[in-house]
């Protein structure tokens, strides 16, 4: 069986990225503002912060979006360039589970019936 987990490795980085981004977005941005109350940075800093946020988010969404699945060369996460996301974990196209070969326990194309 051929193991697709290196090339996966892209995929489960982005979307790290992006849930830890989104996540730490507001919390680092109020921690910013309140650190630099009092000073002449706390018009500026909160706001720049909160975009350093915002363009890693846009960006994980974009490297995501533009995933190529290892195994069957299509997009991993849309059926097309215009098309909606998908909100699986496998590919849209062949099945491919994101997680194939980072988890015990989880396989290259076996699928588990419920």
Same mark, same amino acid.
Request: hydrophobic content about 45%; glycine content about 8%.
């Given at each position: ?5 290196? *090339? &996966?490795?892209? &995929? ?12 730490? #977005? $507001?919390?680092?941005?109020? $921690?910013?503002? &309140?650190?630099?109350? +009092?000073? /002449? &940075?706390?018009?500026? !800093? ?5 975009? !350093?946020?915002?363009?890693?988010? /846009? $960006? #994980?969404?974009? *490297? ?5 699945? =290892? ?10 360039? !215009? ?8 590919? /849209?196209?062949?099945?491919? =589970?994101?997680?194939? +070969?980072? *988890?015990?326990?989880? *396989? ?5 019936? =419920?």
């Amino acid at each position: 069986m051929i193991e697709y987990s290196n *090339q &996966l490795d892209r &995929l489960r980085f982005w979307n790290r990225t992006a849930i830890v981004a989104f996540v730490c #977005a $507001l919390p680092a941005t109020f $921690l910013v503002g &309140l650190i630099t109350s +009092g000073t /002449v &940075l706390v018009r500026v !800093l909160p706001f720049v912060t909160f975009g !350093l946020f915002a363009v890693a988010i /846009v $960006l #994980a969404y974009v *490297q995501i979006r533009t995933f190529r699945c =290892p195994r069957c060369s299509n997009y991993f996460t849309v059926k097309h360039a !215009l098309g909606a996301n998908s909100r699986g974990r496998n590919c /849209v196209h062949c099945g491919l =589970p994101a997680y194939a +070969g980072a *988890q015990p326990g989880i *396989q290259a194309g076996v699928h588990e019936k =419920p």
